[in-house]
């Protein structure tokens, strides 16, 4: 159990586009998820959090307006990188909280975005 | 100062070692401690977690917190090569927000 799914895996995009990832919890209902970045040889960086049926929670230095989060179900959250550059090439990874004790963050496996 | 610091490494070790693993933390208002281990091109994967001092076993994985120097280490017995990854610690206040260390690479040789 505790599964999480992200869709695409991969994506390549041109300088410009607008890109969405998809984070799924599988078998749980996610009362909160977590969207991070990771850069090479660097460690998680919390973008936002956010909850089912309200507005994300965005951390310092993060922009909200590029990065749209929308948690439509307690199952799906998306993150779409708007006018995506190549400083947005990263990895995204999300996270999902059931909330039933601290511990349980479930990770997905993560999407690399490279853009040209 | 960092709120949490980790040795990037990276760390080789031969097969069958004892793996030591640390991270230091600034606030002593953290309350949870825990360990991923994190594939290559993949999400971290919780390996163990604990919320108080002292020492907490799970096979050949034991995770030590000592909150008075503000100190975590996590130790891997008998390594192996399937161990080869990279070890996350992450420090939580009181709610599920965590904060991540920069993660020690590890290389169990064969």
């Known amino acids: 159990g505790a599964v999480v799914s992200q869709h695409p895996s991969w994506v390549i995009c041109k300088s410009g586009t607008s890109v969405k990832i998809e984070c799924r919890s599988l078998d749980f209902q996610a009362t909160t998820m977590f969207w991070y970045r990771q850069f090479p040889k660097q460690s998680l960086m919390l973008m936002a959090t956010s909850n089912e049926g309200s507005k994300a929670t965005y951390e310092q230095g993060v922009e909200k307006d590029k990065f749209l989060i929308n948690h439509a179900s307690l199952t799906l959250s998306t993150l779409t990188v708007t006018s995506a550059h190549p400083e947005d090439s990263s990895f995204y990874i999300c996270s999902a909280y059931s909330g039933s004790s601290y511990n349980e963050q479930f990770f997905g496996p993560g999407t690399r975005l490279t853009v040209l | 100062q960092k709120e949490v610091e980790q040795d990037p490494g990276p760390l080789s070790v031969p097969e069958g070692a004892i793996v030591s693993l640390n991270c230091t933390y600034s606030?002593?208002?953290?309350?949870?401690f825990m360990w991923y281990r994190q594939y290559s091109r993949k999400g971290p994967e919780l390996l163990m977690y604990?919320?108080?001092?002292g020492n907490k076993e799970d096979g050949r994985f034991t995770a030590q917190v000592d909150k008075s120097s503000k100190y975590i280490s996590l130790f891997i017995r008998d390594s192996q090569p399937s161990d080869s990854a990279t070890y996350l610690c992450a420090i939580g206040l009181g709610t599920y927000k965590y904060i991540f260390g920069t993660g020690t690479r590890l290389k169990v040789l064969a």
């Open positions: 606030n002593s208002a953290f309350q949870y």
């Open positions: 604990t919320y108080s001092s």
